[in-house]
Protein backbone atom coordinates (compact mmCIF):
# COMPACT_ATOMS: atom_id res chain seq x y z
CA UNK A 1 0.00 0.00 0.00
CA UNK A 2 1.45 3.45 -0.87
CA UNK A 3 1.89 6.42 1.65
CA UNK A 4 2.74 9.45 1.62
CA UNK A 5 4.20 11.42 3.95
CA UNK A 6 4.42 15.28 3.63
CA UNK A 7 6.48 17.66 5.40
CA UNK A 8 8.70 21.24 5.93
CA UNK A 9 5.70 23.35 6.16
CA UNK A 10 5.58 26.09 8.43
CA UNK A 11 4.75 30.27 8.79
CA UNK A 12 6.79 32.10 6.87
CA UNK A 13 6.71 35.97 5.78
CA UNK A 14 5.69 37.26 2.69
CA UNK A 15 8.50 37.02 0.11
CA UNK A 16 10.52 34.37 1.63
CA UNK A 17 11.20 30.97 0.37
CA UNK A 18 9.82 27.35 1.70
CA UNK A 19 10.71 24.04 0.34
CA UNK A 20 8.48 20.74 1.52
CA UNK A 21 8.92 16.88 1.07
CA UNK A 22 6.69 14.26 0.05
CA UNK A 23 8.27 10.74 1.38
CA UNK A 24 6.64 7.61 -0.82
CA UNK A 25 6.71 4.38 0.22
CA UNK A 26 4.87 1.31 -0.20
CA UNK A 27 5.25 0.67 -3.75
CA UNK A 28 8.00 1.73 -7.14
CA UNK A 29 8.29 5.64 -6.84
CA UNK A 30 9.26 5.45 -10.52
CA UNK A 31 6.00 4.53 -11.58
CA UNK A 32 3.82 6.80 -10.26
CA UNK A 33 2.89 10.38 -11.72
CA UNK A 34 3.15 12.50 -8.39
CA UNK A 35 1.51 16.15 -7.94
CA UNK A 36 0.80 18.50 -4.82
CA UNK A 37 -2.65 20.30 -4.46
CA UNK A 38 -3.59 22.78 -1.70
CA UNK A 39 -6.85 23.79 0.17
CA UNK A 40 -7.24 27.10 2.26
CA UNK A 41 -10.25 27.44 4.16
CA UNK A 42 -13.60 27.73 3.22
CA UNK A 43 -11.90 27.14 -1.00
CA UNK A 44 -11.95 24.12 -2.72
CA UNK A 45 -9.21 21.58 -3.26
CA UNK A 46 -6.29 23.36 -6.56
CA UNK A 47 -4.18 21.96 -8.39
CA UNK A 48 -0.56 23.19 -7.63
CA UNK A 49 2.01 21.02 -9.67
CA UNK A 50 2.45 17.76 -11.38
CA UNK A 51 5.67 15.82 -12.53
CA UNK A 52 5.00 13.07 -14.68
CA UNK A 53 7.15 9.72 -14.50
CA UNK A 54 7.43 8.64 -17.76
CA UNK A 55 9.58 11.64 -18.38
CA UNK A 56 9.48 14.08 -15.74
CA UNK A 57 7.60 16.68 -17.12
CA UNK A 58 6.28 19.18 -15.20
CA UNK A 59 3.07 21.60 -15.01
CA UNK A 60 2.38 24.04 -12.64
CA UNK A 61 -1.25 26.08 -11.74
CA UNK A 62 -0.58 29.52 -13.53
CA UNK A 63 -0.83 31.29 -10.62
CA UNK A 64 2.24 29.72 -9.18
CA UNK A 65 4.26 29.76 -12.42
CA UNK A 66 7.87 30.93 -12.29
CA UNK A 67 7.81 30.92 -7.79
CA UNK A 68 7.50 27.27 -7.46
CA UNK A 69 9.45 24.31 -8.52
CA UNK A 70 8.40 20.43 -8.15
CA UNK A 71 10.94 17.96 -8.53
CA UNK A 72 11.54 14.05 -7.46
CA UNK A 73 14.71 12.20 -6.34
CA UNK A 74 14.23 9.06 -7.49
CA UNK A 75 16.75 7.48 -5.32
CA UNK A 76 15.51 9.02 -2.16
CA UNK A 77 11.78 8.24 -2.98
CA UNK A 78 10.92 11.51 -2.76
CA UNK A 79 9.06 14.53 -3.78
CA UNK A 80 9.86 18.43 -3.36
CA UNK A 81 8.26 21.49 -3.83
CA UNK A 82 10.51 24.45 -3.68
CA UNK A 83 8.63 27.48 -3.28
CA UNK A 84 9.98 30.96 -4.16
CA UNK A 85 8.70 34.65 -3.76
CA UNK A 86 5.56 33.22 -1.15
CA UNK A 87 2.33 35.23 -1.22
CA UNK A 88 -0.38 35.60 1.92
CA UNK A 89 -3.07 33.49 -0.87
CA UNK A 90 -0.28 30.76 -0.93
CA UNK A 91 -1.50 29.75 2.58
CA UNK A 92 -3.23 26.50 2.59
CA UNK A 93 -2.74 22.68 4.13
CA UNK A 94 -0.53 21.08 0.88
CA UNK A 95 -1.19 17.78 -0.23
CA UNK A 96 0.97 15.51 -1.77
CA UNK A 97 -0.80 13.01 -3.90
CA UNK A 98 0.26 9.95 -6.20
CA UNK A 99 -1.23 7.37 -9.40
CA UNK A 100 0.25 4.89 -11.34
CA UNK A 101 -2.34 6.19 -14.34
CA UNK A 102 -0.31 7.68 -16.34
CA UNK A 103 -2.94 9.06 -18.75
CA UNK A 104 -4.45 10.75 -15.95
CA UNK A 105 -5.04 14.19 -16.35
CA UNK A 106 -2.74 15.34 -13.61
CA UNK A 107 -5.15 18.12 -12.72
CA UNK A 108 -8.08 16.44 -11.33
CA UNK A 109 -8.03 15.29 -7.87
CA UNK A 110 -10.04 12.39 -9.51
CA UNK A 111 -6.83 11.17 -11.06
CA UNK A 112 -5.48 10.32 -7.54
CA UNK A 113 -5.53 7.04 -5.59
CA UNK A 114 -3.15 8.02 -3.25
CA UNK A 115 -3.48 11.10 -0.68
CA UNK A 116 -0.97 12.46 2.36
CA UNK A 117 -2.26 13.77 5.01
CA UNK A 118 -0.85 17.16 4.29
CA UNK A 119 1.38 19.61 5.90
CA UNK A 120 0.25 23.09 6.22
CA UNK A 121 1.87 26.35 4.85
CA UNK A 122 0.87 29.47 6.25
CA UNK A 123 2.24 32.77 5.07
CA UNK A 124 1.77 36.26 6.63
CA UNK A 125 1.81 39.92 4.98
Known amino acids: QVQLVESGGGLVQAGEDLRISCQFS????????LAWFRQAPGKERQFVAAIRWTDGFTDYVGSVKGRFTVSRVNVRDTLYLQMDSLKPEDTALYYC??????????????????WGRGTQVTVSS
Open 97 to 114: VATANSHADWRLSAAYDY
Open 26 to 33: GGTFTRYT
